[in-house]
Nanobody
């Protein structure tokens, strides 16, 4: 199971970015998908996740991003998006997506390997 992240960049605080997670060789709808991030010197943390489409596409968010980030699916494009608004310098890090089992804390068992991620840098 291979996922590829894109959409990162450099943005000023208060700005927005939309990250994309694209699947190669399988249907993303069949999996719960999580977005994770890793800041320099810190452990990787779950940011948001979405359940399989047939499970209703339930979503969950870390407290630090609630109200600012939105996770969604586009089945036709076989893509999961992470819309990030009102970005803060603390949101800086490398963002990864992964297939996982569903869990409201976005800590389900990983079902895919980590990709290269996409760098998000928020300047103050």
């Amino acid at each position: 199971v291979q996922l590829v992240e894109s959409g990162g960049g450099l943005v000023q605080a208060g700005g927005s970015l939309r990250l994309s997670c694209v699947a190669s060789g399988f249907t993303l709808d069949a999996y719960a998908i999580g977005w994770f991030r890793q800041a320099p010197g810190k452990e990787r943390e779950g940011v948001s996740c979405i359940s399989r489409s047939r499970s209703g596409g339930r979503t969950a968010y870390a407290d630090s991003v609630k109200g600012r980030f939105t996770i969604s699916r586009d089945s036709a494009k076989n893509t999961v998006f992470l819309q990030m608004n009102s970005l803060k310098p603390d949101d800086t890090g490398v963002y990864y997506c992964a297939a996982q089992t569903w869990d409201y804390s976005c800590s389900g068992q990983l079902l895919s390997s980590w990709g290269q991620g996409t760098q998000v840098t928020v300047s103050s």
